[in-house]
């Protein structure tokens, strides 16, 4: 599962990452060390250009949490904020996506919890844990138009376009923290993920990759991540893990 993520890297950023792009800059996120699940998250996408008849790189923001273009509300969004990659491409709620609504969320890093027993003078609670690889996540995802039949058709409330990130079993050290772990992009495999005409399950299913082949440092962080409240660089400080699962201090920054 990936429940909660890091996210600061600037527009003008991922340009330099990920090729030119469009945004508007009234609609640019500001950098968030506390992502949770319903929160607004930046997605780079392609999408036809009716004006132009062209293929556009976007970078949008999109509510977290998909709400297939089906559902009789939206409520039901904020379960859906993981897709599991053996089944993405035959689950009634993701498979058109997967063919057709290809996304990539940019993420520093993403936190997951352990849970801690009670002990002498401490009570049972969840260790919470940042995984990182020391550059930017290129989370794979699939977005979902929705429509609110309720409002009419000029109104710009009328459509709400949603995101889930696609996740696999997790492996080395992630494996030791959850039994889950978000799926990444390699740049180089970007402009075949984003193409929208592109549906063949199989090779897409190929363009999906672990984060670094799973190289992923592990280090203990403070519970104030646990509120969605909590906001800010400090959340990333190293803390003293009472499992034993964080890497040395020192290890390969994240």
């Known amino acids: 599962m990936c429940g909660r993520f890091v996210s600061t ?4 950023d ?22 949770a699940p319903t929160h607004p998250v930046p997605a780079v996408l392609e999408r036809l ?7 556009v790189r976007q970078l949008r923001p999109l509510r977290w949490g998909l709400v297939p273009s089906w559902s009789k509300d939206p409520a039901g969004g904020a379960r859906m ?29 993403y936190f997951e919890w352990r849970p801690v027993e ?14 990182s690889t020391g550059s930017v996540l290129l989370m794979a995802g699939l977005y979902e138009f929705w429509r609110d039949r309720s409002v009419p ?36 495999d970007l402009d075949a993920w984003l193409d929208p005409d592109r549906s063949d399950t199989a090779d897409l299913h190929h363009l999906l990759h672990t ?7 592990v280090r203990a962080v403070s519970t104030a991540v646990n509120s969605v409240r909590s906001n800010g660089p400090e959340l990333l400080d190293r ?16």
């Open 118 to 131: 009670a002990a002498a003078g401490r009570k049972a609670f969840k260790q919470p844990y940042y995984l």
């Open 9 to 12: 890297t600037t527009p003008v």
């Open 153 to 188: 058709d000029d109104d710009p409330a009328a459509w709400l376009t949603t995101t889930t990130i696609i996740t696999t079993d997790a492996t080395d050290r992630a494996g030791r923290i959850h039994d889950r772990m978000p799926l990444t992009i390699a740049p180089a």
């Open 49 to 55: 250009d009716r004006e132009t008849g062209e293929v």
């Open 81 to 109: 904020i993981n897709a599991r990659a053996e089944t993405v491409h035959e689950k009634p709620a993701f498979r058109k996506a997967f063919a057709a609504r290809r996304c990539v969320i940019p993420a520093d890093g």
């Open 239 to 254: 803390v003293d893990d009472p499992l034993g699962l964080a890497d040395p201090v020192g290890q390969r920054a994240g």
């Open 14 to 35: 991922l340009v330099g990452l990920l090729g030119e792009m469009r945004w508007d800059p009234a609609e640019a996120l500001a950098p968030s060390w506390n992502v």
């Open 211 to 217: 984060p670094v082949g799973g190289e992923l440092t």
